[in-house]
T-cell receptor, first 116, second 112 residues
């Protein structure tokens, strides 16, 4: 998981505030994935992006959540009007443009969101 | 029913023991199977990656996939206290491990 940088590592928000989580992929990787890990659960896929393009957002909640991966800069996962149930670890991962068997995605260290 | 089932444990074994971790799944489209290790408050770290059925060995770790039974296993030989972590199985129908489906994770403790 070396190279995928996430910040902030820990974030505390009050109910109703906005949370912005940032992810810088491994240098040269143009595919970014966001996963959420609720307490005592495995990771759940949220969204898959390429530069300036959302490829698959089938795991994103319909409301309040959005993601982007601009041409320049990190990928952003944005949660508006946070609720206690949004408290979780959010992991970003990246992969090279041409994925082949055995070459898989690399996870960052995660951003832990606590909603109070 | 979850797509991937994994016993959350906790599992506690003495140092040097052989550890067996398992997952079952229901989606026959899964072709790529992975095991990740996750230390507390850290990101998942890939341990093993297997395509389709068969065995794969890497040092003290062996991964087995039985697609006919929809059952995968990870064996850890000569377990060490540093192996204490949560182990997550993951699988995907897509090449390159896009859109992974994870098990709940098994919390493992190796006692010195």
């Amino acid at each position: 998981n070396a190279g995928v940088m996430q910040n902030p590592r820990h974030l505390v928000r009050r109910r109703g505030q906005e949370a912005r989580l940032r992810c810088s992929p491994v240098k040269g990787h143009s595919h970014v994935y966001w996963y959420r890990q609720l307490p005592e659960e495995g990771l759940k896929f949220m969204v898959y992006l390429q530069k300036e393009n959302i490829i698959d957002e089938s795991g994103m909640p319909k409301e309040r959540f959005s993601a982007e991966f601009p041409k320049e800069g990190p990928s952003i996962l944005r949660i508006q009007q946070v609720v206690r149930g949004d408290s979780a670890a959010y992991f970003c991962a990246s992969s090279p443009i041409n994925t082949v068997p055995g070459n898989t995605i690399y996870f960052g260290e995660g951003s832990w969101l606590t909603v109070v | 029913q979850k797509e991937v089932e994994q016993d959350p444990g906790p599992l506690s074994v003495p140092e040097g023991a052989i550890v067996s971790l398992n997952c079952t799944y229901s989606n026959s489209a899964f072709q790529y199977f992975m095991w990740y290790r996750q230390y507390s408050r850290k990101g998942p770290e890939l341990l093993m990656y297997t395509y389709s059925s068969g065995n794969k060995e890497d040092g003290r770790f062996t991964a087995q996939v039985d697609k006919s039974s929809k059952y995968i296993s990870l064996f850890i030989r000569d377990s060490q206290p540093s192996d204490s972590a949560t182990y997550l199985c993951a699988m995907s129908a897509f090449e390159g491990a896009q859109k992974l489906v994870f098990g709940q994770g098994t919390r493992l403790t190796i006692n010195p």
